[in-house]
């Protein structure tokens, strides 16, 4: 089976603009998550999608936003760049039975902002 | 507030020793825990995980021991191997979201 896959794995964008990462799950697996890891702040949760709905929703602001599609594919999109947004942003997909589903991250899109 | 959290930073082991990584967590709530190994460039991998109602699990070279009277989480890794060079996070299921802990660099000796 095909892991996760993110596109693109590396970008290069400047402020004040906006951006659309690129996940697909696991095949069969219908819950995407989104994180953003960052040195000073670690891995933190942004939101989950579950068949095309938002089931979960992390602490970051309006600009960070995110879909699915009925394939499961997922984008995630931030508007109005800032300089602290330059971060290493994974997905990670899960069957979506439960708490104890186990969650298969990809390699990641390493955002940088100038 | 609540968080998962990690003692040391970076642990520095001899190749062939056993790694004992540790973890604190405050949210007595808390009823599944994860680890997971970040190799450089790569996202997180799975480890191993353990529900509140057991207090040992068993991977393979892995072992994951929860400690519920102090809210302590510790994965044991034996015989480590140049390959088990990364870094390990402890996290938690809360709430359907994933919260992880700052990580641990595991640095392997020759």
């Known amino acids: 089976k095909a892991g996760v896959t993110q596109t693109p794995r590396y970008l290069i964008k400047t402020r004040g603009q906006q951006v659309t990462l690129s996940c697909s799950p696991i095949?069969?697996?219908?819950?995407v998550s989104w994180y953003q890891q960052t040195p000073g702040q670690g891995l933190q949760f942004l939101f989950e999608?579950?068949?095309?709905?938002?089931?979960n929703k992390g602490n970051f602001p309006g600009r960070f936003s995110g879909r699915q599609f009925s394939n499961s594919r997922s984008e995630m999109n931030v508007s109005t760049l800032e300089l602290g947004d330059s971060a290493l942003y994974l997905c990670?997909?899960?069957?979506?039975?439960?708490?104890?589903?186990?969650?298969?991250f990809g390699p990641g899109t390493r955002l940088t902002v100038l | 507030g609540e968080s998962v959290g990690l003692h040391l930073p970076t642990l520095s082991v001899q190749e062939g020793d056993n790694s004992i990584i540790n973890c604190a967590y405050s949210n007595s709530a808390s009823d599944y825990f994860i680890w997971y190994k970040q190799e450089s460039g790569k996202g997180p991998q799975f480890i191993i995980d353990?529900?509140?109602?057991?207090d040992k699990r068993q991977g393979q070279r892995v072992t994951v021991l929860l400690n519920k009277t102090v809210k302590h989480l510790s994965l044991q890794i034996a015989a480590t191997q140049p390959g088990d060079s990364a870094v390990y996070f402890c996290a938690e299921n809360r709430d359907d979201k994933i919260i992880f802990g700052k990580g641990t660099r595991l640095h392997i000796l020759p």
């Open positions: 095949s069969g697996h219908r819950s």
């Open positions: 990670a997909s899960a069957t979506g039975g439960g708490n104890t589903d186990t969650q298969y």
């Open positions: 353990i529900r509140s109602n057991m």
């Open positions: 999608y579950f068949s095309e709905t938002q089931r």
